[in-house]
Nanobody, 120 residues
């Protein structure tokens, strides 16, 4: 019922920046934590950054100091500002949201993913 649509991916040189956006639409009681995962072919999906509805954030050690996650609750949108990009950041970045029902149960919703390629 909830659709997540990412945008902002692309190709950039090392040291460059990208800003990813993920907009949630559809029917939901509320949206709790939103976050960004990344995945390469044949590799495990890993959490990059997450942010709660209250604004608390968590980052993977590999991106601390370079990436910043934020959200606009009025727009149901989460952002990932990616600075000082490295080749090892290359991956498909996938938006995730925990959708809370009226009963308090949570359902994980995933976007389609957006490719980020960092190379010279």
């Amino acid at each position: 019922q909830v659709q997540l649509v990412e945008s902002g991916g692309g190709s950039v040189q090392p040291g460059g920046s990208l800003r990813l956006s993920c907009a949630a639409s559809g029917i939901a009681f509320s949206i709790n934590t939103m976050g960004w995962y990344r995945q390469n072919p044949g590799k495990q999906r890993e959490l990059v950054a997450a942010i709660t509805s209250g604004g608390s954030t968590n980052y993977a050690d590999s991106v601390k100091g370079r990436f910043t996650i934020s959200r606009d609750n009025a727009k149901n949108t989460v952002y990932l500002q990616m600075n000082s990009l490295k080749p090892e950041d290359t991956a498909v970045y996938i938006c995730n949201a925990l959708i809370v029902s009226v009963l308090g149960t949570m359902t994980s919703s995933w976007g389609q993913g957006t490719q980020v390629t960092v190379s010279s």
